[in-house]
Structure formats: C-alpha cells, structure tokens
C-alpha cells in the first residue's frame, strides 16, 4: 500500500492539494483530476471507516498511456511491476492501480502519464454517390479493366456493439472474413483473443445494448449482397439485399469492448501487427471521438496513434457536434481583457444538472486566470468558488464552496501540460446541479497576446444568456459556437479525418412506414449538419474529406435487437420497426437498419481506402491525402472549410493512382542509363544494373527510418532482409549513372 496515501488524505481534508506536491507535473490534467475525486472519496472513507479498513481494500486500476524519455524501454515499468499491454518503444500502454501512480509518474524515465482517457462512439445510393460502385465493377486505365473489392488488404476497427458472425461479415460459402477478434473489458491488462474460425464462430457480442460496431463494420467491409427481405416501398422486397458495404473482398481484423485509450490503442496495435505478420497492407477505423484535448496532436493518445499510423492508414470520425455550441476561443487584447460565458446544460439529456468535462487550454505557459462563480438570477451577482492561475487540483462542491450549489461536484486541476507545455484547466463535472436562482459562470483573462480555447463534452453548452442559447446576450457574455467542434482525436498529424455529407434523407421501414432525418438542413448533396469541423491549434483546417453518412443502412447486431425487444418491451428499437431487412443465414436470421452521424462516414473512407491500398499497397497516410486532394468530388455545395477536399470519389481515386504507378514506372527507368533490377530472392534483396561499376543500396520504413544497407563492386548487389520486420519499405540504389527507389512489400 503506498504510503503517500495518508498524507495526500490529510492535504484533502484541509481543503485540496497541489499537484505538484506529489510529483505530478508529468501527470495530464484529466489524470490529476481523476486522482483528486479518487483521493477525495478515498479521504472521506477514512472518515467513516478507518484508515485500517480502507487500506485493506483494493485500489481500482485505470489505463494509462507512458511516454519515456530518449533510452528507456518499457522494460523499466515491467521491473516496477506494472502491466504492460502495447510496447511501441517511447510510447507504452499500461494499466495502473490508482494508488500506485505517483510510483509511476517518480520514475526518471518517465516524461508524462496520460490517465483516465475515455472515448465515446460517434454516430444505396452512398455507394454509388462515393463511385464505390464503379470500383467494384470496373476501372478502365490504360486499356486495363479491373475491379477493386479490397482484396489482400486487411480492414480493421476499434468499436463497441459487435457481432462478427452476421452474414454481412461471411464469404460465400459460410466461411468467416473475420480473421481476428480482441475483446476488452474494464477489468483486465489483456483482452480475450479469438484466432480461428470455430473460435470466432463460438464468439457473440462484447456488448448487447449497443449497435455501433456492426453498423460501421457493414459500411467498412460488409459483403452480404444475396437473397433475403428488405423494404423499399410499402410492401417487403424478396432479392438481392443491396446494402452491403464498400471492401467487400477485405479481411477483417476486430477489436472491440471497453473504450478507455490504453485499450484503444492497443486494439489498433494488435490489428497493425497481424496485418504485418500476413504481409498485408491495413487501414483502421475510428469511428470513436472527443471533445476535450488539446486539439494540437500533442497528447500521448495521439502520439500513440501517429506512431501506428506510419504502418497503416487510419481515418477518424469528424465528430457530431457541428451544430452544438461547445466551444470558445478568445486572444486577449490585454491583460484587463477576459472571456465570460454562462455553462448552461440541456434538460433534453435528461440529466438534472452539468455532467461532461470541461476543458480550457491556453496558447502558451504562461498562466491564465480562470475563475468559476456562481451567478444570481434575481440580482446579477456573480459569488466566486474558485480561482485557478497556476498548479492546483480541487473539488468544488456545496460542502467546500458554497450554499449555490446544490449537489454534485466538479473535479478541477491546473497547470502546464507535460506535453506540449500549455497551461491547462481540466474539470470532471458529476452532475453538478445549481440552487434555483444559480448559473455556473467562467471567467478567463489572460497577457496579451495570448489566446485560449474552452472545449465542452457532455450535456452542457457556453451561452452568453442564463436562460440558455439563442436568448438575448448580456453584455460582456460570450456565445458558444460549433466552430471548433472537430474531434480531438482526429487532429493528429499522422491521420485522417472524415466528416459526412448528405446522400439521403428518408428510408422505409419494415412496417411500411417512412423514416425521415429528424431536424432541418438535410439537403441531399449537401453537408451533414451534424458534421463537426474547426481548425488544430496549429491552423490547419479539418476534416481532410466527407464521405456520406447520412441514413445509411447497415448491418445490425441480432443481439442488440433481441436486447431491445426484450428490455423496451415493444418493437420501435426491435425485430420489427428498427430493421431494415432480414436474411436467412442458417438457423440464424440477420438484420439491417439505419443510422447516422460521422460514425458512418469514416468507415466509408476507410473502405474506400483499402481499394486504394489492393490497387497500390506501399501508399502511406501522406499519399492518400494527395489523392483525396486531387480526386474527391467538388461541386456546388463544396465550398468552405467544412467539407476538406469534397466528396470522396473511390474510382477517380483509383484511376489517380494507377496513373501515379504508370508515372512512377516510367520515371524510373529514365534515371538511370540502364535497367535497373530490384527482387526479393528467398529472404535476399536481389539488385542487378547491367553495366554499374559500383552499386549502393538503403532500404527505408515509410517513416524515413534507415533498416538496412549494402554496397559494393560490380553489378550485382545483395542485401539480406531475414532480419527485417514484416511491412512495406522503399528500396533506394545509387550507381555512377544515377538512382533509382522502389517500394516494396516483405
């Protein structure tokens, strides 16, 4: 048991601590604030109970991602006794006792600890708007006709609510497509791992109350296209069920389960290394997201991912909060200058109070002043609760602050981030609930110069109006705004985001009813209103491309559906209103139906990605962003920053890169006054230039990473490449006359 621990509940009863205190300056705020409300209850349970019966007690764990120092190796956290699940070599996922991390965060190879990350699920005529279609039917180049189905490329996804053996996810003959399933939970360092087909086959679901992953893994690779039952007027249709989805020739790799961020990228790890082992290219989806971070690509979940990304190509929901005022950004012409804005939180949550995390990021180190006060209807008073302008942590509650406050608490930490080395103020808000007559007010100053930017996820907005937004400002309030909504996770430097535009608006249900797009704005053609977007702190605009998500039919989970018949007790989220369509699989019966929001648009791109990946499988997440930017649609309704590129156009992408192959062929054999040779002979690099008097040759991971070189006299070079780990690497040889580079695949 540590021994800090009395002394952090000493500190807590004498009314909050300093982070610092404990060592915590390589500890992000989240992390902070969730030892404080830890520390908190812990304190109070001494209280009641004893310290002798609490130390008794198991401290829960949490995941938490580690980035070391130049030299150290995960090696050092094994040594201490911690989990460790993901090694990607500065970079390391482990899960954690709550009691144990001032162990960690002491530790001298250890630069930061990021802790209590969370992620939440983000919500056939699209096929055919986005030219999958015509990839699946042909590509015509060079008087060359193929098609593009995902074939030899892996698909692969972290998501919740999956069911792998649905009919959408088997070939032909009954055999699985699903190679590889990672189930987490909450309670384990490990997931459980199924392997083989009858392994697979004996696996249900990680969870029967939810949908999500089966939808989007439909979009991403679903290939059911054969008899059944399906709606498209009053009347059931018996054919071909046509809402299958867009890799449909792909392996597929699963993660799924508990989504904190240690298992998250762990998932998105194990799918990268099996596709590797089988020397095939992969592309991951994320249909997952967040509001709070940093939104500069800094933190360590995003860093982890970049990492991942340099061996795959990972594409990430935009976010669905393109109509939500959740976010401010000020710069501060002085210092008398401020920010002030009421927190106001939607009743149609059907929480009674602020429940969601709020998170206020400066430009720069230097301190802001952040005060949170309470503010009186009837005589415009403001009563202040605290004031954050350095390194602290706190719980602000009606005990500790004030009589304002009516239930509830909100966990609060300050400082300068370990990783990007902003000054930061993270609050854990658990339904914090007001006096009648009271209003939560923030009050941000800052030097000037300086700007900051406040993110809100959970069930509240800013508004410059107690009553709520859309009423009349008071002066020296500020609004929210959605303008800088974009999913925190998308704003990595290695990955791509995908926001959704409109391909539908209606779809029929199984009782014969129409089903419309509930709210206005949804034009056909047009962007999603939903679709998040905004700028990464460092200026460049997101999302990269839209793809649709709008009404998209997909796969449901058989499990989700018996749930919902059995718990709701009628069928509006059942067998009967929710489905779409119905096959026979079996003794088995398999259902579609619809959903939207970014969540569907992302698996769309991801599988549009792996027909790029099947038609050239060296191309990196840079390569793909050049063709998105030289091939996506633009039209009438493409204009603005909301939107990337355009529309994602699959088979213009395809012709984009087979004329870059064509182009690149060409230009090889022109560097050089002879014929370069480049071959993979038994475990051997093989190069032959007929006519070189000396050969060198280096050959490069795609992040620019040296693996391995050779020189010599003559001809004819040989370079082993046993020693090589499996994956995709670009082959440069120099010779007097010139050089020459060639991507290949060990």
Known sequence: MNKLLPIIAATLLAGGCSADAFGQSKLNMQGRALLEKYQSQRAERIRTLGTKAVEAEASPREGAIVMLNDGATADCLRQKGFEVQSDLGSIVTVNVPLDSVDILIDMPEVKSVSLGGKKRLMMNNARSASKVDEAHQEINFGGTTANYDGSGVVVGLMDSGLEPNHVNFLNADGSSRVKRVWAYDAYS??????????????????????????????????????????????????????????????????????????????????????????????????????????????????????????????????????????????????????????????????????????????????????????????????????????????????????????????????????????????????????????????????????????????????????????????????????????????????????????????????????????????????????????????????????????????????????????????????????????????????????????????????????????????????????IISRSSIKDSYTNGSRWGAGKVDAAEGLRTILADLASLGAAESALTSGNVDIRIDANTLVITAPGASTLTAGVYALNGVMAAQAQGNGDMLTLPTSGLAKGVYVVRVASPTGCVSKKIIL
């Open 189 to 626: 360092s490990t997931p459980d791992t199924y392997e083989s087909e009858s392994e697979i086959k004996n696996f249900t679901t990680d969870d029967r109350t939810e949908t999500h992953g089966t939808h989007v893994a439909g979009i991403m690779a679903g290939s059911y296209n054969r008899s059944g039952k399906y709606y498209t007027s009053s009347s059931a249709t018996n054919g071909n069920i046509p809402f299958y989805g867009v890799a449909t020739g792909a392996d597929i790799a699963i993660s799924c389960g508990d989504l904190s961020d240690d298992n998250i990228i762990d998932g998105v790890s194990r799918i990268v290394d099996y596709a590797e082992e089988q020397g095939q290219p992969v592309t991951v989806n994320l249909s997952l997201g967040c509001n709070y971070g940093p939104h500069d690509g800094s933190d360590a979940f995003s860093q982890a991912l970049d990492q991942l990304a340099r061996r795959s190509v990972i594409c990430i929901a935009a976010g669905n909060e393109g109509e939500d005022n959740i976010t401010l950004e000020k710069q501060f012409s002085s210092s008398s200058d401020q920010l002030r804005t009421f927190v106001y939180f939607n009743k149609d949550y059907g929480i009674s109070g602020i429940d969601g995390l709020l998170d206020i990021w400066g430009s720069d180190s230097t301190p802001l002043t952040v005060t949170f006060s309470a503010y009186r209807t009837s005589t415009k008073a403001l009563t202040t609760l605290a004031t954050f302008n350095g390194s602290k942590s706190m719980t602000i509650s009606r005990s500790t602050n004030s009589s304002a406050i009516s239930s509830g608490s909100m966990e609060v930490s300050s400082g300068i981030d370990p990783n990007n080395g902003r000054f930061n103020v993270y609050a854990y808000c658990s339904t914090l609930k007001f006096a009648s007559g009271y209003r939560l007010v923030i009050t941000v100053s800052g030097k000037a110069g300086q700007s900051v930017n406040l993110y809100f996820e959970g069930n509240s907005e800013f508004c410059a109006n107690p009553s709520g937004p859309g009423n009349s400002p008071l002066s020296g309030y500020s609004e929210g705004s959605p303008d800088q909504s974009i999913n925190d996770m998308a704003c990595g430097d290695n990955v791509i985001a995908v926001g959704a535009y409109v391909t539908s608006d209606s779809w029929y249900t199984p009782d014969g009813e129409m089903g419309y797009q509930s709210g206005s704005g949804f034009t056909k053609g047009a962007i999603a209103p939903y679709s998040s977007y905004g700028t990464r702190f460092q200026g460049d605009a997101l999302p990269h491309v839209c793809a649709p998500g709008s009404a998209i039919i997909s796969s449901y989970s058989r499990y989700y559906v018996n749930y919902c018949d059995s718990y709701y007790g009628y069928d509006d989220y059942g067998t009967s209103d929710a489905m779409s369509a119905t096959a026979a699989n079996g003794s088995d019966t398999d259902y579609w139906g619809e959903m939207d929001g970014t969540s569907m648009a992302t698996p769309f791109m991801t599988g549009v990605v792996a027909l790029w990946l099947q038609a050239d499988p060296s191309l990196t997440t840079d390569n793909i962003k050049d």
